[in-house]
């Protein structure tokens, strides 16, 4: 099975920029529906935080609209999460994740595989 790996997590102040990515190792990532989760304390439930269709349309939570923007590069079997103007409700832990192609909202019941996260911290 193909694994998903997260990287580009840190520490930032308010108001700073991150950019996350999720690499799916030796397989394409052009036909496939993805999505970032993040999981903002120990014990809560993941979130849906945006995802990207087969057709690479994005869909966002309306907590990061105008301030994320997903992406996907198919040459590099790659997904990315541009993350600015972040805020300390932005903290949590961020993951990737493998969706369904005919049902690829953010609230969609099944997604997986998972990668293992990354962790944002945005300090006030």
């Known amino acids: 099975q193909a694994q998903l790996v997260e990287s580009g997590g840190g520490s930032v102040q308010a108001g700073g920029s991150l950019r996350l990515s999720c690499v799916r190792s030796?397989?394409?990532?052009?036909?496939?529906?993805m999505g970032w989760f993040r999981r903002q304390a120990p014990g809560k439930g993941r979130e849906g935080v945006a995802?990207?269709?087969?057709?690479?349309?994005?869909r966002y939570a309306e907590s990061v609209k105008g301030r994320f923007t997903i992406s996907k590069d198919n040459a590099k079997n790659s997904m990315y999460l541009q993350m600015n103007n972040l805020a300390p409700e932005d903290t949590g832990m961020y993951f990737c994740a493998v969706g369904r192609p005919w049902d690829c909202g953010i609230n969609a019941p099944v997604w997986g595989p998972w990668g293992q996260g990354t962790q944002v911290t945005v300090s006030s």
């Open positions: 030796g397989f394409s990532v052009s036909s496939l529906c």
């Open positions: 995802t990207i269709d087969t057709s690479s349309t994005p």
